[in-house]
Structure formats: structure tokens, C-alpha cells
């Protein structure tokens, strides 16, 4: 028995090892892909319940290694963990801008991009005016920028707070993420100028099946109307999902059955098709 269980320590540490490695070849990978530029947007649309019009566009992260798409899942956790997140800020707030200039100059006006931040780039101090400087650079309204961010990374740290709510002072749209999933405490729709409730697809997948996850769904519908703010159901994949979360009030659409997120320019071909501008 002694020596089974020194073979079975042998392998945990050779198992632990191995990951840790693992890990550091990634973030030397992740940090020459930023030295690179690699790292790029793809874009999905968001567009309104009733009459499928576009409202905005969301920002999320590509990294291209070869033939290889690794994706977010797994190395935007390595990015939060080493902090090397931050450097992507500034980068993915130009890129975000420079779609919408992209989507005017092809005649889509007044849509605006929204832009995942986690805890570790939303308590930078200077977060407010890279955002400020980005958006006079280029010719955008504060409004045109919605911060995707977590219900725990606004638990996070005073920092975090403090950000959230100077965001909110100078105009720039917040719409809290997975929605639902996190630690809820509605305090905090008081405390912060929230614009937006986004559905966590977990719940949007089971809802036609699941009788208790319609009813989460509804209630966070029911919730979001009477704060007048934006309901948007994320991870809409059927037809039968955005017809009924058109039939109890949801605001906006988000997901397969739309949309693939998807490089700007395949997102102004996809545009021109069903828009027709
Ligand atoms: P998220 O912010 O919740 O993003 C939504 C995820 O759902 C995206 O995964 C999107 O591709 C996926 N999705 C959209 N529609 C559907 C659908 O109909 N069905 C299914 N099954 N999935 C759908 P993605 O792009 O892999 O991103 C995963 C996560 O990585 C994001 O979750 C976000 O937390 C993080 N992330 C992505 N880009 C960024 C970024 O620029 N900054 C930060 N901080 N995090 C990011
Ligand atoms: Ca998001
Ligand atoms: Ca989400």
C-alpha cells in the first residue's frame, strides 16, 4: 500500500508539473501574440426583439496560433491571472471604435460596441481616460461604449467600483454580464447606473425545457423593464428561443440563430445581405 501511494504522489506531482509548464509556455505565447498584435476582435451582432434591428455589435477576443484557434475559455484566464490583460485594454477599446467608424462609413449609424472587461482592467486608474481619449479620437458618443462587466468583478475592489460609477457619470453604457450566475445582490442596480441585464446563456439554453429557468428568465425580463433598463438574451441559438423572448418582453437578441461572432469584415458583408444598406 505505502508504495502504490508513493507512485500515486510521484504522478500528482509529474501531473502538476506538467501543468504548470504548460502554463508558462502559454503566457510566453500570449505575451509575444500581444507583442504581435494577434490577438484580434470578432464581432456579434445584437439586435432588438421586435423588429430585428441592429442596436450594437459585441467585442470578443480571437487568437489565431497557426492553424490553432485557441479559444478565450482558455487563455483569457491566463491573461487575467498574469495581468497581462491590461495591455489589451487600450488595443481592444481602438479596435471597438474603429468598427463602428467601419459600420458608419457603410451607413449603420448609431450602433454601439460593448466590450468585455474583467476585474483587473476595470480597477486601472486610468481606465476612464484611455476611454475618454479613445472616443474623442475617434469622433464617438460616450453612449456608443457599453462595459460588459461580471456582478463580481463590481464586487471585486473599491477600485472597481469607483470606475464603474465614474463610467456611468460620464455616459458610457454598463451592462452587467451572465447575469443571474454570480454572487446577486441587487443592491448594487441601485448603487451603479446599470443599462443593461444580459441573460446568462445557461439559462436561455434550458428555458423552453426547464420550467424553473423560464421563470429565472422572466424574472430577469420583468426586472430590467421596471428599472428601465435593456434585457438582452445571450445564447439564442433557435427560433423558438427568440420567439419566446420576444412573447415575454426581452429587449434585445444575442447569439447563434442571429449571429456568429465574427471578423468586421465579414460583419459588414452579413449586414449589407440582411440590411440591405
Ligand atoms: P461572454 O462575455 O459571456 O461572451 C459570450 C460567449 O458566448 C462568447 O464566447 C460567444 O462567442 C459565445 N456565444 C455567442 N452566441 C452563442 C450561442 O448562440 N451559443 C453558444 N453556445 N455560445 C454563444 P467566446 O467568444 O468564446 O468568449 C468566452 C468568454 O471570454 C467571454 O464570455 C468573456 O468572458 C471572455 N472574453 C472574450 N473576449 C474578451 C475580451 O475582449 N476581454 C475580456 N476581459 N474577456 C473576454
Ligand atoms: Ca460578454
Ligand atoms: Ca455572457
Not at 52 to 80: K, N, T, Y
Not at 130 to 153: A, G, K, M, Y
Request: with cysteine; proline share 4%; aromatic share 6%.
Amino acid at each position: 500500500a505505502k508504495s502504490s501511494g508513493r507512485g500515486a504522489f510521484h504522478f500528482f506531482t509529474t501531473e502538476l508539473q506538467e501543468a504548470a509548464s504548460r502554463r508558462l509556455t502559454l503566457e510566453g505565447q500570449l505575451r509575444q501574440a500581444i507583442e504581435r498584435e494577434e490577438i484580434v476582435l470578432h464581432f456579434q451582432p445584437q439586435v432588438r426583439a421586435d423588429d430585428g434591428r441592429l442596436v450594437g455589435i459585441e467585442a470578443l477576443m480571437r487568437w489565431r496560433q497557426g492553424e490553432l484557434a485557441v479559444p478565450p475559455s482558455q487563455f483569457v484566464p491566463v491573461l487575467e491571472e498574469t495581468g497581462l490583460i491590461t495591455r489589451l485594454t487600450g488595443p481592444v477599446l481602438r479596435e471597438a471604435c474603429a468598427a463602428l467608424k467601419a459600420l458608419e462609413a457603410h451607413g449603420f449609424m448609431d450602433v454601439r460596441v460593448a466590450v468585455n472587461l474583467s476585474a483587473r482592467q476595470l480597477q486601472e486608474p486610468e481606465l476612464l481616460t484611455l476611454i475618454e481619449s479613445t472616443l474623442e479620437r475617434f469622433v464617438l458618443r460616450p453612449e456608443q461604449i457599453e462595459v460588459e462587466i461580471t456582478e463580481s468583478t463590481l464586487l471585486d475592489n473599491a477600485l472597481c467600483q469607483d470606475n464603474a460609477v465614474k463610467l456611468g457619470v460620464f455616459g458610457v453604457r454598463l451592462a452587467l454580464d451572465d447575469f443571474g450566475t454570480g454572487y446577486s445582490s441587487l443592491t448594487y442596480l441601485k448603487r451603479f447606473d446599470v443599462d443593461a441585464l444580459k441573460i446568462d446563456r445557461s439559462f436561455v439554453q434550458d428555458m423552453l425545457e426547464d420550467p424553473d429557468d423560464a421563470q429565472i428568465v422572466k424574472a430577469v425580463v420583468g426586472l430590467a423593464a421596471g428599472l428601465g433598463i435593456d434585457s438582452i438574451g445571450e445564447g439564442v441559438e433557435q427560433d423558438a428561443q427568440s420567439t419566446w423572448l420576444e412573447s415575454i418582453g426581452c429587449d434585445l437578441l444575442q447569439g447563434y440563430r442571429i449571429a456568429h461572432p465574427m471578423p468586421l469584415n465579414d460583419l459588414i458583408v452579413w449586414l449589407e445581405t440582411r440590411y440591405g444598406a
